[in-house]
């Protein structure tokens, strides 16, 4: 993902007998040789394997967030975002990969220092550790939230834990979020390569299709005995301020298919590198099934009373039988899911900080010492960001969603129309302009519109 070395060029072959130079490498080695005083028995990541890895690096918090997204656009709009996006994003990651492949780089960041110099791949890095620790952060927050409540609305939520067992020491927030950092984080950001991620990406794959399964089988009974109506499947226009808000979904739509930072990680690791354009278009179809059904059956569930994180909703009674199991069911899941897409997010963040603190340095996998430090060192931030900051989804829409913007759109599109081996076709730059316009310009009209929601309840709230 980013660049491991700046020294003089020195030619080396990769697994697929590409010519590379080292500072293109990437912070794990391509070469298969390369690898083996390091990953004994490794030969290659399977098709399946790298399809679980860039599904659970899809797949994440933004899947809570989708059906919101529906309140706001309608069924019909909102399902063709989703489906437009994941266009989009393909379009985006082809061009990352086609680009790779004509200038023989192995990393994102190579592949922006090409073309921008160290300007635009140091810039690409500062994007993904906004992105990613910002992510991770709320990660931890929202599993905090679910196993030990939450107040920070004022009103407080009982976590699984203390509706279980009532309030004791030992499922306070703090605490609780310590033994899952210790316990589940820090063994499974130690692996060295992404592969070794892949049972743990099936299952948080498989965790997501569990929530999208309970919160259709709930739908489908509320509709039979006639409990729910049909949600809207236009948007609600009333006004010019109501127009301006379709653009806040933006943000959201772009956040929840981010997954460019680990493209080259995994095609690098494949046993079949030339499979990398069928697995991204598997992980897509498979991400977008779940995304599509996520924000349907959501939205159909709760209709107007959806919140922006419809986990909330899961938190009273659904009407029908078994509804606390259900509720806790679903919280455990998601729970459970954060908590195996956090190590997959570490690692393109981790990458990333290294590259830009030790852009001279012998790669990451091949210091111990350094590898130790960096993880020790983000995992700590993240705890006590999480520990902290008792919500940062405002934060988050500032900054992760702008950084994200920019690392699965602006950035391939940027590349494109500076087409430095003159490959670029008519389609690529006008899709590339497209992406760039309708990058910046909802991101301008979705910061104004959160900027402007802010300040009026800023200047009602003293009335109240």
Not at 36 to 60: I, K, R
Not at 326 to 338: C, E, K, P, T, W
Request: with cysteine.
């Amino acid at each position: 993902m980013t660049i491991g070395s700046l020294a003089p060029p020195r030619e080396k072959k990769s697994r697929n007998n590409k010519q590379v130079v080292d500072e293109k490498a990437p912070l794990l080695p391509r070469k298969q040789d390369e690898l083996q005083g390091e990953l004994d028995g490794f030969n290659g990541a399977s098709f399946s394997g790298a399809v679980f890895n860039l599904s659970t690096t899809v797949v994440g918090a933004g899947i809570m967030a989708l059906p919101a997204t529906m309140k706001v656009l309608g069924l019909g709009p909102g399902i063709v975002m989703i489906i437009l996006m994941a266009f989009l994003t393909e379009a985006s990651i082809e061009i990352l990969l086609r680009f790779s492949r004509a200038g023989k780089t192995v990393s994102y960041g190579g592949l922006m220092g090409e073309a921008f110099g160290r300007t635009g791949k140091i810039l690409l890095q500062i994007c993904v550790i906004i992105n990613n620790v910002g992510v991770l952060i709320v990660y931890m927050i929202i599993i905090g939230d679910v196993l030990s409540g939450t107040s920070s609305t004022g009103v407080h939520h009982a976590g699984l834990l203390e509706g279980w067992f009532g309030e004791h020491w030992w499922n306070g927030r703090g605490f609780i979020l310590l033994i899952t950092t210790l316990a589940i984080f820090a063994p499974l950001v130690s692996f060295k390569r992404v592969d070794s991620l892949r049972f743990t990406s099936a299952l948080s794959v498989a965790l997501a299709v569990v929530f999208v399964v309970i919160t259709a089988g709930i739908t489908i009974v509320k509709l039979i005995n006639g409990s729910i109506a049909m949600p809207r499947w236009t948007p609600h226009i009333t006004d010019m301020a109501s127009i301006w808000n379709l653009f806040t979904v933006v943000p959201v739509l772009v956040t929840a298919y981010i997954c460019h930072y680990n493209v080259h990680s995994i095609e690098n690791e494949l046993e079949e590198p030339s499979q990398m354009k069928s697995i991204v278009h598997t992980s897509l179809a498979l991400c977008s099934t779940v995304y599509v059904a996520t924000s349907f059956f959501g939205f159909l569930l709760f209709g107007e009373e959806t919140q922006d994180d419809v986990l909330a909703n899961f938190d009273s009674n659904l009407g029908i039988c078994y509804s606390s199991i259900l509720n806790d069911a679903v919280r455990i899941s998601y729970a459970v899911h954060l908590m195996l897409v956090y190590p997959i997010i570490f690692f393109a963040l981790r990458l990333n900080v290294d590259g830009l603190l030790f852009p001279s340095s012998r790669p990451l996998v091949q210091d111990n010492r350094r590898f130790a430090l960096v993880t020790v060192g983000l995992i700590g931030i993240i705890f006590l960001g999480a520990n902290f900051i008792p919500s940062i989804w405002d934060a988050f829409q500032f900054t992760g969603a702008t950084a994200a913007v920019c690392i699965g759109f602006i950035f391939p599109a940027a590349i494109a129309l500076r087409d430095s081996h003159g490959i670029a076709t008519k389609r690529d730059k006008y899709l590339s302009v497209f992406m760039i316009v309708l990058a910046v310009f909802s991101n301008l009209v979705a910061i104004y519109s959160d900027a402007y929601t802010m300040f009026k309840k800023s200047k009602v709230s003293p009335r109240a």
